[in-house]
T-cell receptor, first 115, second 116 residues
């Protein structure tokens, strides 16, 4: 059974700092890995999706990397801003011989960027 | 209106009530999902529909009953719930049968359910 862990559970940084969020998973046979952002009381917004054949994806100030062999992914946020404050969730989709992928989510890292 | 919408946004109900959650997607997707998000727990997949057909029931109690009349609408009918069912219920959709490159799920804002 796939397990996804995100450490730390919460993080507080001053504005302007570069930061890294971590995600680890137990089963390396994944199809893709996705990073989401969730604002309080709201749904999830997809940030980046990395296919199993890829090493990283970039969007603006965000960069996500994937190392399947070690079961890790990192989300790098450059020059953090107060508007980046949210909970960041990592989700993995496994290979499934039946063609259906059950997405497994981590519990998230709650980020607070202090002005 | 675009994206995935959910109504109501907040719901308080007693254990003997019957209520329904509604989800609508305006993205032309074919797959829709219900997730449960409880405090301090990872999101739990509840149900998956593909082209209106239920393809997954993740061992969800029968007091939760989904309905998908067409690819754009998804309902979750609730009856005789328990206080531990209080959670944020999220609806999501994706373009096709869950799988394949770039098959991103798009989420609605959720319904905050409180069972008294």
């Amino acid at each position: 059974k796939q397990e996804v862990t995100q450490i730390p559970a919460a993080l507080s940084v001053p504005e302007g700092e570069n930061l890294v969020l971590n995600c680890s998973f137990t089963d390396s046979a994944i199809y893709n890995l996705q990073w989401f952002r969730q604002d309080p009381g709201k749904g999830l917004t997809s940030l980046l999706l990395i296919q199993s054949s890829q090493r990283e994806q970039t969007s603006g100030r965000l960069n996500a990397s994937l190392d399947k062999s070690s079961g890790r992914s990192t989300l790098y946020i450059a020059a953090s801003q107060p508007g980046d404050s949210a909970t960041y969730l990592c989700a993995v989709s496994p290979w499934d011989s039946g063609g259906y992928q059950k997405v497994t989510f981590g519990t998230g890292t709650k980020l607070q960027v202090i002005p | 209106e675009t994206g995935v919408t959910q109504t109501p946004r907040h719901l308080v109900m007693g254990m003997t009530n019957k209520k329904s959650l509604k989800c609508e997607q305006h993205l032309g997707h074919n797959a829709m999902y219900w997730y449960k998000q409880s405090a301090k727990k990872p999101l739990e997949l509840m149900f998956v529909y593909n082209f209106k057909e239920q393809t997954e029931n993740n061992s969800v109690p029968s007091r939760f009953s989904p309905e998908c009349p067409n690819s754009s609408h998804l309902f979750l009918h609730l009856h005789t719930l328990q206080p531990e069912d209080s959670a944020l219920y999220l609806c999501a959709s994706s373009l096709y049968w869950p799988g394949g490159p770039g098959n991103t799920q798009y989420f609605g804002p959720g319904t905050r359910l409180t069972v008294l």
